[in-house]
């Protein structure tokens, strides 16, 4: 199995740019979560879905983020308008029945200058 | 509320020296899982493994040991005869209910 994939691997824009981050969960994983690593506040879940339906989404930071999942390998985050303070490593996560036991993508290195 | 708590910041050992990252955890919860993660300086993040809040047993995998104290709420890894290929960021984790909560990470450090 190829594992979760993201990309890009690394995203430098400039303040105001829209951002999409993408990601493809492990093939007959129904749960997917997204993730975001700061040095201040850690390792943060943003929002999960289940059977490509959002459960969760009470970690989004604010209204400038937003996910999706069309189909049941592919999910988008998006940032917009980036600020420099969306500067951080974004990871997508990807379970199955199991659903505590997450698998992660390599992640995804976010700088907004 | 959940929380996961691991004291140590940084860890710095010599080659073949045993290191025990301490975690402590908070939760209301009679049913959780605990895991632990490692974060290699490439930056991914590794699966180590997971326990039930049911299972007290220790486990050994290799040169990785842990250690499940419910009474203490303790979660402790230790790692025998440590590599320099050991030196990463490992993370303890709680989980109830989809959501995984992790600790701040402990750094360690493997010098040859």
């Known amino acids: 199995d190829a594992g979760v994939i993201q990309s890009p691997r690394h995203e430098v824009t400039e303040m105001g740019q829209e951002v999409t981050l993408r990601c493809k969960p492990i093939?007959?994983?129904?749960?997917l979560f997204w993730y975001r690593q700061t040095m201040m506040r850690g390792l943060e879940l943003l929002i999960y879905?289940?059977?490509?339906?959002?459960?969760?989404d009470s970690g989004m930071p604010e209204d400038r983020f937003s996910a999706k999942m069309p189909n049941a390998s592919f999910s988008t985050l998006k940032i917009q308008p980036s600020e420099p303070r969306d500067s951080a490593v974004y990871f997508c996560?990807?379970?199955?029945?199991?659903?505590?036991?997450?698998?992660f993508g390599p992640g995804t290195r976010l700088t907004v200058t | 509320a959940q929380k996961v708590t691991q004291a140590q910041t940084e860890i710095s050992v010599v080659e073949k020296e045993d290191v025990t990252l301490d975690c402590v955890y908070e939760?209301?919860?009679?049913?959780?899982?605990l895991f632990w993660y490692k974060q290699p300086p490439s930056g991914e993040l590794v699966f180590l493994i997971r326990?039930?809040?049911?299972?007290?047993q220790n486990e050994i995998s290799g040169r990785y040991s842990w250690n499940f104290q419910k009474s203490t709420s303790s979660f402790n890894f230790t790692i025998t005869a440590s590599q320099v290929v050991d030196s990463a960021v490992y993370f303890c984790?709680?989980?109830?209910?989809?959501?995984?909560?992790f600790g701040a990470g402990t750094t360690v450090t493997v010098r040859a």
């Open positions: 984790a709680l989980a109830n209910d989809y959501k995984l909560s």
């Open positions: 996560a990807s379970s199955n029945l199991d659903r505590d036991e997450q698998y």
């Open positions: 879905f289940n059977n490509n339906v959002p459960i969760d």
């Open positions: 093939s007959g994983h129904d749960y």
């Open positions: 326990r039930n809040s049911f299972d007290e």
């Open positions: 939760t209301r919860d009679t049913t959780y899982y």
